[in-house]
C-alpha cells in the first residue's frame, strides 16, 4: 500500500534521529518513532520501507505508523518526536499552602468524640476553616497519599 505521506527526511534530520537513538536515553515512545521516521524515509539515503514491513520490524501496529508518517510530514520532525501534552489540563484543587494546611491539620488532634481524622472530616473542616470554599473528601484523600 502506498502512502499518500511520504516522509523525506534531510541529512541532518536524519543524523539528528540517529543520534538519538543511539544515545538511548530518550523516551521509548520517542526512540520508536525515531526509528518508524528513519525507515519510513523516501530520500535517496532512506530506505523506504512500507508501513507493513515497519510495523513487523518495530512491533508496532500499522496505524502507529501511518500516524507517525502523517504527523511528521503534517506538523514536521520535533512535534512528532515531541510528547504531547494532555488535552484537559485541570487545575489544581489546592495550592502549595492549602496542602501544608492540611497535613498540619490531619497531624493535629481530632475534633472531640472522633478518635481520628476521618477523609470528611478534613474537608468539612477545611471548608468551616475558609482555607477552600470546596472540596470533595476524595481531593483530600488525593492530596494526602501524594504528602505520604
Same mark, same amino acid.
Given at each position: 500500500?502506498?502512502?499518500?505521506?511520504?516522509?523525506?527526511?534531510?541529512?541532518d534530520e536524519?543524523?539528528e534521529?540517529?543520534t538519538?537513538?543511539?544515545? @538511548?536515553?530518550a523516551?521509548?515512545?520517542?526512540?520508536?518513532?525515531a526509528?518508524?521516521?528513519?525507515?519510513?524515509?523516501?530520500?535517496?539515503?532512506g530506505?523506504?520501507?512500507?508501513?507493513?514491513?515497519?510495523?513487523?520490524?518495530? =512491533?508496532?501496529?500499522?496505524?502507529?505508523?501511518s500516524?507517525?508518517?502523517?504527523?511528521c510530514?503534517?506538523? @514536521?520532525? =520535533?512535534a512528532?518526536?515531541?510528547?504531547?501534552?494532555?488535552?484537559r489540563?485541570s487545575?489544581?484543587?489546592?495550592d502549595?499552602?492549602? =496542602?501544608a494546611?492540611?497535613?498540619?491539620?490531619?497531624?493535629?488532634?481530632?475534633?472531640? @468524640?472522633?478518635?481520628?481524622?476521618?477523609?470528611?472530616?478534613l474537608?468539612?473542616?477545611?471548608i468551616r476553616?475558609?482555607?477552600? =470554599?470546596?472540596?470533595?473528601h476524595e481531593?483530600?484523600?488525593?492530596?494526602?497519599?501524594k504528602?505520604?
Open positions: 500500500m502506498a502512502s499518500t505521506y511520504r516522509v523525506i527526511l534531510s541529512d536524519r543524523a534521529l540517529h538519538r537513538i543511539s544515545a @538511548g536515553v523516551p521509548a515512545r520517542e526512540l520508536t518513532r526509528r518508524i521516521l528513519l525507515k519510513a524515509d523516501r530520500s535517496d539515503a530506505p523506504a520501507w512500507s508501513d507493513a514491513m515497519i510495523a513487523g520490524a518495530l =512491533e508496532v501496529h500499522p496505524s502507529t505508523v500516524r507517525v508518517r502523517r504527523q510530514v503534517d506538523q @514536521g520532525l =520535533e512528532t518526536l515531541a510528547r504531547k501534552s494532555p488535552d489540563l487545575p489544581r484543587t489546592l502549595g499552602e492549602q =496542602e494546611h492540611l497535613v498540619a491539620m490531619t497531624c493535629s488532634t481530632p475534633p472531640t @468524640g472522633c478518635a481520628r481524622w476521618s477523609l470528611r472530616l474537608a468539612e473542616e477545611l476553616l475558609e482555607v477552600v =470554599e470546596t472540596i470533595s481531593t483530600v484523600r488525593q492530596v494526602l497519599k504528602t505520604s
